[in-house]
Antibody
Framework: QVQLQESGPGLVKPSETLSLTCNVS?????????WGWVRQPPGQGLEWIGF???????FYSPSLKSQVTISVDASKNQFSLKFTSMTAADTAMYYC??????????????WGHGTLVAVSS | DIQMTQSPPALSASVGDRVTIFCQAN??????LAWYQQKPGQAPRVLVY???TLQPGVPSRFSGSGSGRDFTFVITTLQPEDVATYYC?????????FGGGTRVEI
């Protein structure tokens, strides 16, 4: 069974950079699929951030592209998110996800439990 | 960006009721739509993809239909464990976008 587990700080200060890692078990990232991030502000809906293939091909949401970098380390079977210039509006639950096929344009079939990140001084 | 509009935003129904949720895209997305269930305090999980294909392991009381711009999600016989927020998501174009969600209560 594919399992994803996010790790990272629960609190960052305004203007700082958030770094999150997603560890994958039960499936080798190098075997295929895109891997990505979705976030959800408290009490609000879901927002796609971006995703990456093990070869390094990456797609970002245009509205977040200037702040986001997603990278992959297939040797460690993990991928990461860096989000710069955090503001209170970026307070959210951050989920790592697996895209359901080797094609980027599809749905998410596995989700991590999520990690809540608050932005506050 | 493709905008996804869900309705209603919330509904209350009784156990055994038929529940219907609507999702409309602001442009044609063919059948490239998924439905997710998010229970309180949990991550979303996919129930339906390609508008009408049930994810393996999902109870048959859940179903989806539609194509183009208009889509419907139905719970034929509402159960207590179906209390959740349901989201649609289009994957015809990047950026991937979600509907605003429908909260289902009993």
């Amino acid at each position: 069974q594919v399992q994803l587990q996010e790790s990272g700080p629960g609190l960052v200060k305004p203007s700082e950079t958030l770094s999150l890692t997603c560890n994958v078990s039960g499936y080798s990232i190098g075997s295929g699929h895109y891997w990505g991030w979705v976030r959800q502000p408290p009490g609000q809906g879901l927002e796609w951030i971006g995703f990456i293939f093990h070869t390094g091909v990456v797609f970002y949401s245009p509205s977040l592209k200037s702040q986001v970098t997603i990278s992959v380390d297939a040797s460690k079977n993990q991928f990461s998110l860096k989000f710069t210039s955090m503001t209170a509006a970026d307070t959210a639950m951050y989920y790592c996800v697996r895209v359901a096929s080797i094609h980027a344009l599809t749905y998410f079939d596995f989700w991590g439990h999520g990690t809540l990140v608050a932005v506050s001084s | 960006d493709i905008q996804m509009t869900q309705s209603p935003p919330a509904l209350s129904a009784s156990v055994g009721d038929r529940v219907t949720i609507f999702c409309q895209a602001n442009q044609d997305i063919r059948k490239l739509l998924a439905w997710y269930q998010q229970k309180p305090g949990q991550a979303p999980r996919v129930l339906v993809y390609d508008a009408s294909t049930l994810q393996p392991g999902v109870p048959s009381r859940f179903s989806g239909s539609g194509s183009g711009r208009d889509f419907t999600f139905v719970i034929t016989t509402l159960q207590p464990e179906d209390v959740a927020t349901y989201y649609c998501q289009q994957y015809d174009h990047l950026p991937l976008t979600f509907g605003g969600g429908t909260r289902v209560e009993i």
